[in-house]
């Protein structure tokens, strides 16, 4: 059992601290779509900077399965990656590091070696009830959503929690990613670039963290901000 998501205020915004738990959001993710599947490897093909990764690695080590990720191959690892190996994951690094070439060496590896394919994101019904669950936990119902957006996942589990609430989702991956009925905002820089203002909260740089600048100057009073890792 995971616990309850954190919530905090920051500078007038409710925000979930789902960095506080090991592999955070995507940790609520995965461990539901893990325990449905009697496989005992679990492969995922991730961008360097892609919190899922470390999120697997938690959770196969707390089922007592093996995780093993795919990534791009680079001349000092990402923190993130290195995170998920010190939590038990095997990480391979690919050569050139294009996501579409990493995504078929994961897939090759996973039907060569019986294993089971983690969809990209986690999207996957179990994960986004799991997420929907959590949110619902927290007792709030607020006005306004934001998310970041790199499979869409988060945004549409929470709009499943909160119905009646106005959504928002920066964009920060593909921009054919799902995001419900959330209004868009596409940011302009590379997924590899850190965010240019950072949060007053631990928040990943490439991912989280690119939302706030928009927040600060967008959301209404009261909004909440669901935070995903850091």
């Excluded at 970041?148 to 119905?163: D, E, I, N, T, Y």
């Excluded at 939302?211 to 669901?226: D, K, N, R, T």
Aim: with cysteine.
């Amino acid at each position: 059992m995971l616990p309850p998501p954190v919530v905090e205020r920051h500078q007038g915004v409710l925000v979930v601290r789902d960095d506080l738990l090991a592999g955070g959001t995507k940790t609520r993710a995965l461990l539901p779509f893990m325990q449905g599947h009697a496989s005992t490897e679990f492969v995922y093909a991730s961008p360097a900077q892609g919190y899922a990764q470390v999120a697997l690695a938690h959770c196969a080590r707390m089922l007592g399965r093996k995780a093993t990720v795919f990534t791009a191959a680079r001349k000092v690892p990402h923190p993130l990656s290195q995170a998920a190996a010190d939590a038990g994951a095997q990480v391979v690094r690919v050569a050139p590091g294009y996501l579409s070439v990493v995504q078929a060496r994961a897939r090759a590896y996973a039907l060569a070696q019986g294993a089971c394919l983690v969809p990209f994101g986690g999207d996957d019904p179990a994960s986004l009830a799991a997420i929907t669950e959590a949110a619902r936990s927290t007792g709030l119902a607020p006005m306004e959503v934001w998310t970041v957006a790199g499979s869409g996942v988060l945004s549409r589990a929470l709009q499943a929690a909160w119905p009646e609430a106005a959504f928002v989702a920066v964009v920060v991956g593909r921009q054919d990613c799902d995001t419900g009925r959330a209004r868009r905002i596409i940011h302009p820089t590379p997924f590899e670039r850190p965010a240019r203002l950072r949060p007053p909260f631990p928040s990943a740089a490439n991912y989280d963290a690119k939302a706030w600048e928009y927040i600060s100057a967008q959301a209404v009073p009261g909004a909440l901000f669901w935070n995903v890792g850091a």
